[in-house]
C-alpha cells in the first residue's frame, strides 16, 4: 500500500494531492492563474501537517512531467526532485496528457479515441489520441487547429476532446464523430492511479538527471523598446 505525494503544476492549475493505494487522502489546488511558485511549497507543508505527516512517511512523490506550461513544469518538478532528494524517496513522472485521457476514460467508459488538449500559444495545442484502455493511438504532438485537424482518425472513430485547449477545436471542428467534453482540467487527482501503477512496476527517475517534458524549447518575449 503506497503513500504518494502528486504534483501537477503543468497549467495555470496548482495542485497537489496525497494518495493511499489509489485513493485521494488529500487534494488542495488552485485555479487563479499562475501563483505555483508560492502556492506549491505551502499547499505540500500544509497536506502533510493536516495528515499529521512527513516527507519522510512518503512512499514516493509524483509530479506532472508535461507537456504544458515552461515555467509550471520546472516549478512542480523542481520542488518535487528536492523532497525526493531530501527524504531519499523515488520519483516517478507522469504524462500530463494521459492522467487526463485516463480519467475521463475512467468516468466515460466509451468504445471512443480520447483527446486530451493543453493550451498552446494561438491556435495550437499540445495533444495525443489514446483508446478507452490507454493505449496510444497518436503520440504526444503539438498541433495546430484547423477544419481539417483529426479528419483522418474523425472518418472512422468517434473522439471525444478534452481539457483546457479543446474549446479551440470546438470552435473550428464541426464533424459530427467530434465530441466535446467541458470542464476537465489537469489535476494531481487525476495522477494517482498512473503514479502507482508506476511505483509498483518500480518505474522510477533519475532524480538528478531528470527533466520535464516541455515538447518545445521555452521562448522568452523581448519587449519592444519605446520611442520617444
Do not use: Q
Not at 508560492?38 to 512512499?59: F, I, P, R, S, W
Not at 479515441?113 to 504532438?141: F, K, L, Q, S
Amino acid at each position: 500500500m503506497a503513500l504518494i505525494l502528486n504534483i501537477d503544476t503543468s497549467t495555470d492549475i496548482c495542485s497537489v494531492a496525497i494518495a493511499r493505494d489509489e485513493h485521494v487522502v488529500a487534494l488542495k489546488e488552485n485555479d487563479e492563474g499562475f501563483n505555483h511558485s508560492t502556492l506549491l511549497g505551502v499547499y505540500v507543508d500544509d497536506l502533510l501537517k493536516e495528515n499529521n505527516l512527513t516527507a519522510n512517511d512518503l512512499d514516493a512523490v509524483a509530479v506532472s512531467m508535461g507537456p504544458g506550461s515552461y515555467t509550471g513544469l520546472r516549478i512542480g518538478v523542481s520542488l518535487a526532485k528536492g523532497i525526493c532528494f531530501g527524504a531519499g524517496k523515488p520519483l516517478i513522472a507522469v504524462s500530463t496528457l494521459e492522467a487526463l485521457a485516463n480519467a475521463v476514460a475512467c468516468r466515460e467508459n466509451e468504445e471512443a479515441y480520447y483527446c486530451p488538449m493543453i493550451d498552446a500559444r494561438r491556435m495550437e495545442v499540445y495533444t495525443a489520441i489514446y483508446d478507452r484502455i490507454g493505449n496510444v493511438v497518436r503520440d504526444i504532438h503539438a498541433e495546430i487547429i484547423d477544419e481539417n485537424s483529426f479528419a483522418d482518425l474523425l472518418s472512422e472513430h468517434k473522439i471525444l476532446f478534452f481539457g483546457n485547449g479543446s474549446n479551440k477545436i470546438k470552435e473550428v471542428l464541426k464533424h459530427p464523430n467530434a465530441m466535446f467534453i467541458d470542464g476537465v482540467a489537469t489535476s494531481a487527482g487525476n495522477m494517482i492511479t498512473l503514479a502507482e501503477r508506476k511505483f509498483e512496476d518500480k518505474k522510477f527517475e533519475d532524480v538528478a538527471y531528470f527533466e520535464p517534458f516541455y515538447l518545445k524549447d521555452f521562448v522568452a518575449t523581448v519587449p519592444k523598446k519605446k520611442v520617444l
